[in-house]
């Protein structure tokens, strides 16, 4: 008589990580990629996000013609329209919603909170006024604004790790944190914007979420956190950084990109000096997949020279 083999299970493939661990292993830095912003309209909406839910409720509170204003002023002046709601929002009808604006342009740092009942009221906004960080729409907010980001539709890493730092972040500073929709670099996640000076940190845990909440209480910056100043371009944010770490100059308002000089350093003011700092780029020679994302080859920001100016 034949006996017939022992079936064999088939051998489980566990499927690739997130980015955002992926990015951890591979040693990704996070400096100098933090999205560009220098303004913002934050629109509250307690619901469950699809990947499009942002698109969607602007096409409702805002006819084609304003449409296409708010996307030349996204692309012209960096100001970005984000969905918000609560940490351990409960959906379903209100009555009132909270719109945040304001604007991190240097020395006009403002941002301001409006109530509205319908969504078609954003209708009557100044959009022009608010990127151009003019301010005097709503009631003026004192302190901090967390905004961080769980679009879990747009990228699992965002939702797995920025919920619970949410959560920890509004334990340690109660009504001043919002869930929010995308803010780009979902690698990096758990993603934290700190409003309204404009600097948006990565990597942050539930340990340290609450030394972020801290540092904006205190007026200062966490450059080891820290993905970038999102009112300038990448190099800058990465030299801005470079200079707090070798200076120890924490302070919001310490350290200043200033731009780039004829010969390629990127300038930067650190208290009453100036300082020139020359970045290069490169391949981290590594290698990654993640199931977000798929293969990854990242690159980073070397600090090649860092010179004294008078």
Known sequence: ?????????????????????????????????ATPMRSWLLIEHPEAWSHDVADRVLRTALAPARLRELAELRRRAGLRPLLARRPGYRAGPRRRRTVLIGSTHPGRRWLERLEITDLRELAALDLEAVAAGTGGLGEPVTGSVFGVCTHGAKDMCCATLGRPVARALAEVAPGQVWETTHLGGDRFAGNVLVLPDGFLYGHVTVSSATRVAAAAAEGRVLPDLLRGRTSVGMRSQVAEIAVRRVTGLHGVDDVEPLGTDE???????????????????????VCGTSRCAGPTTPCGYSVDELVDLP
């Open 1 to 33: 008589m034949t006996v017939a083999p022992a079936a064999t299970a088939s051998p489980r493939i566990s499927p690739p990580p997130g980015c955002a661990t992926v990015a951890r292993k591979l040693g990704e830095p996070p400096e100098g990629t």
């Open 263 to 285: 010969t390629g350093l990127v300038v930067v003011r650190a208290g009453g000096a100036r300082i020139g700092v020359r970045l290069g780029r490169h391949p981290l020679g």
